[in-house]
């Protein structure tokens, strides 16, 4: 069974900076796309950034500039560095990863984390 694991939420100053990590644990054979996802409180869940097997990065235009996606795939853990903190990215922070079971077939399952909550108020 594979877990998520996410830390690294918390309170912070507009202008701050916080590190969302996610780690993933279980047996497995690789991860494929790993992103993050934000919900704020009466809006739907939405893409912040996704980062492929390969390396490539897509970030939604709101935090282009300002954060930035990482994978470890020794640590089998993905990163968000969240700078420059607004109001407006106070949300619950999820990370989801695809992963491939077994390396005998191209199957891929969905794994979410429990969720981190950050807060940008001063």
């Known amino acids: 069974q594979v877990q998520l694991v996410e830390s690294g939420g918390g309170l912070v100053q507009p202008g701050g900076s916080l590190r969302l990590a996610c780690a993933a644990s279980?047996?497995?054979?690789?991860?494929?796309?790993m992103a993050w996802y934000r919900q704020a409180p009466g809006k739907q869940r939405e893409l912040v950034a996704d980062?492929?097997?390969?390396?490539?990065?897509n970030y939604a235009d709101s935090v282009k500039g300002r954060f930035t996606i990482s994978r470890d795939n020794i640590k089998n853990t993905v990163y968000l560095q969240m700078n420059s903190l607004k109001a407006e990215d106070t949300a619950d922070y999820y990370c989801?990863?695809?992963?491939?079971?077994?390396?005998?077939?191209?199957?891929?399952?969905?794994?979410w984390g429990q969720g981190t909550q950050v807060t940008v108020s001063s």
């Open positions: 989801n990863i695809k992963i491939e079971p077994s390396p005998f077939s191209s199957r891929q399952v969905d794994y």
């Open positions: 279980g047996s497995f054979f690789r991860m494929y796309r």
């Open positions: 980062i492929t097997i390969s390396g490539n990065e």
